[in-house]
């Protein structure tokens, strides 16, 4: 007789899992529209077998990751929303610092995601951006001369240069792989050297920026980022360190 204990099986996701990721794989799909109209709620329960409660599960998750709307009233139900990009970045935001402060990513790997957003945006920004964005970077640079240290300062310099790229991919993405470095950076200060450097660079990217110079902007982001990366992955590591009682 075979021993159960040995036996490897597939547990069968709840019905409501089911159910809400068939619906979500054809919203995804493009099967169903931004603004089509869901089946109700006893409609898609026959339509897959499953209760009224179940269905109301499936929707109830679909609806906290965006993909529906419910309206009340006569001509109410369940209908496929239009996306929004900031909900998008702060869901990706919010998965990649778990991963992060589970390790299961480390710092190295958010640098180099980082890099591969910004070398580029910093290089479409130089040749995109407006000149409203183009103050709103000296702005920025301007006010980091205010404080010694800083990191929600500095990080907005980023997002300035990533919204100038004038790619909402970029926008998305950008968000999610610099704000999990404020949780562990924050948990330690650099050296006013640090910062001064951070100010220099931050005024060296603006300047290839103004210029439209879209060479001379990757390259100057490309020096800020190895910068930031030295001392990046010092900070965690000592932070390691520290947690561990070595």
């Not at 409203?132 to 929600?152: I, K, P, T």
């Not at 902007?217 to 490309?222: I, Q, V």
Request: glycine share 8%.
């Amino acid at each position: 007789m075979t021993d159960k204990a040995r036996v490897q099986v597939d547990r069968i996701a709840p019905a409501y899992e089911q159910v809400g990721g068939q619906l979500r794989e054809l919203i995804i799909s493009g099967e169903l529209s931004v603004g089509d109209k869901l089946p109700s709620e006893i409609e898609l329960g026959e339509m897959f077998g499953v209760s009224r409660l179940t269905v109301r599960e499936a929707l109830k998750g679909l609806k906290s990751e965006g993909l529906l709307r419910t309206t009340r009233g006569v001509k109410g139900g369940s209908f496929v929303s239009q996306p929004v990009a900031e909900d998008v970045a702060m869901r990706l935001e919010t998965g990649i610092g778990l991963l992060s402060a589970a390790d299961v990513v480390s710092v190295q790997d958010i640098l180099e995601a980082r890099a591969v957003v910004e070398l580029p945006a910093a290089r479409f920004a130089a040749q995109r951006r407006t000149d409203e964005q183009l103050e709103r970077l000296r702005q920025s640079v301007a006010e980091e001369q205010e404080v010694s240290s800083g990191f929600d300062r500095r990080l907005r310099f980023h997002e300035i240069v990533v919204e100038a790229a004038g790619n909402p991919m970029l926008t998305i993405l950008g968000r999610p792989v610099h704000r999990p470095l404020r949780t562990r950076f924050l948990r330690d200060r650099a050296e006013p050297d640090f910062w001064r450097d951070v100010h220099a660079d931050h005024a060296a990217i603006t300047a290839a920026i103004a210029a439209k110079d879209g060479d001379g902007a990757s390259e100057a982001m490309r020096i800020h980022l190895d910068r930031l990366s030295k001392t990046y992955q010092e900070i965690d590591r000592l932070s390691h360190v520290r947690d561990s009682g070595s």
